[in-house]
């Protein structure tokens, strides 16, 4: 099944993650199938925090993948966020 999660990067301490969509059997930081944005948790100041390509989501949505709990519930901050 292919899933649409987040893979860690950054350093230690200073977290950053990738929305990707990956193999659901696959390790969390492995390779993927397609990067479809990111999430910065420490951003400060002028950095954005979150960042998604709607479109591509949607798409691969449509196809049949599943968001793990984390990134429907970023999608919808997302989704909230641009509408205001």
């Given at each position: 099944?292919?899933?649409?999660?987040?893979?860690?990067?950054?350093?230690?301490?200073?977290?950053?993650?990738?929305?990707?969509?990956?193999?659901?059997?696959?390790?969390?930081?492995?390779?993927?199938?397609?990067?479809?944005?990111?999430?910065?948790?420490?951003?400060?100041?002028?950095?954005?925090?979150?960042?998604?390509?709607?479109?591509?989501?949607?798409?691969?949505?449509s196809?049949?993948?599943?968001?793990?709990?984390?990134?429907?519930?970023?999608?919808?901050?997302?989704?909230?966020?641009?509408?205001?």
């Amino acid at each position: 099944m292919v899933t649409i999660r987040l893979a860690r990067g950054g350093a230690k301490k200073a977290p950053f993650y990738h929305i990707v969509v990956t193999d659901s059997r696959s390790p969390r930081d492995s390779g993927y199938i397609e990067q479809l944005g990111y999430f910065n948790p420490v951003a400060r100041g002028q950095e954005v925090r979150l960042h998604m390509n709607q479109e591509r989501i949607e798409h691969w949505v449509s196809k049949g993948a599943q968001t793990s709990e984390r990134v429907g519930k970023l999608l919808a901050d997302f989704r909230k966020q641009n509408q205001a």
